[in-house]
């Protein structure tokens, strides 16, 4: 009877742990499967938000299309305004040198609306030396027509009174004054212009007695 007591409390524990084994199995194949849904839920998750990436990226895309497509017309207009201006200003710097390294160039007017023209497109950003003998060259040749109008004066009705003499005496310092600033700085007249016998012709009717 004992022993028949031992077989069947045996085959009970041998019933349960089957039992135990086989919920254990369900258990394990839950868990497979639950954790094979959540890992297709997160897969297919990650999946939309690529594509949602990817389509704002094509829509930047597109974006940045239309831009270039409209910034390239106006680059190029852009360019071929920066072209033609640097253009026009290549040749005002040549007008302008040519007035002012032509000894010939004798007409302060004529360099005067040079300058004005080089001036408005910039030539001094480029060549502001240019600029500076052009300015020396048209202050010298006004002042020598102011000198030969004087000389021309006193010649004709010798200076009577003190303040005459004295505005005679600036005219000619001014003449000289620029005079010598254009020879160092390699700038010549046209001999033709006679302006060494203009300045010593003035300087001894300024040191003349007054009569």
Request: proline residues 3%; charged residues 15%; aromatic residues 4%.
């Given at each position: 009877e004992g022993d028949a007591e031992e077989e069947e409390d045996g085959a009970a524990m041998a019933a349960a742990r089957q039992a135990?084994?086989?919920e254990g199995l369900r258990s394990e194949r839950r868990g497979i499967v639950e954790n094979s849904a959540e890992r297709l839920e997160a897969a297919v998750k990650r999946m939309e938000e690529a594509k949602e990436k990817n389509m704002d990226a094509l829509v930047d895309l597109k974006g940045l299309q239309d831009e270039r497509t409209t910034f390239k017309p106006e680059f190029l207009e852009e360019r071929e305004k920066l072209r033609d201006g640097l253009a026009v200003r290549y040749q005002k710097q040549s007008d302008l040198m040519e007035h002012v390294n032509n000894k010939e160039r004798v007409d302060a007017d004529a360099i005067k609306e040079a300058l004005s023209s080089a001036n408005e497109?910039?030539?001094?950003?480029?060549s502001p030396e240019l600029i500076e003998k052009a300015e020396l060259k048209t202050?010298?040749?006004?002042?020598?027509?102011?000198?030969r109008s004087a000389t021309e004066a006193e010649q004709a009705e010798p200076l009577a009174d003190e303040a005459a003499r004295v505005a005679f005496g600036k005219t000619l310092a001014t003449a000289e004054e620029l005079l010598a600033k254009a020879s160092s700085k390699g700038l010549?007249?046209?001999?033709?212009?006679?302006?060494?016998?203009?300045?010593?012709k003035a300087a001894e009717l300024a040191k003349a007695p007054a009569e």
């Open positions: 135990l084994g086989m497109t910039g030539v001094g950003v480029w202050e010298l040749l006004e002042a020598l027509a102011a000198l010549g007249l046209s001999p033709d212009l006679g302006a060494e016998e203009l300045v010593a």
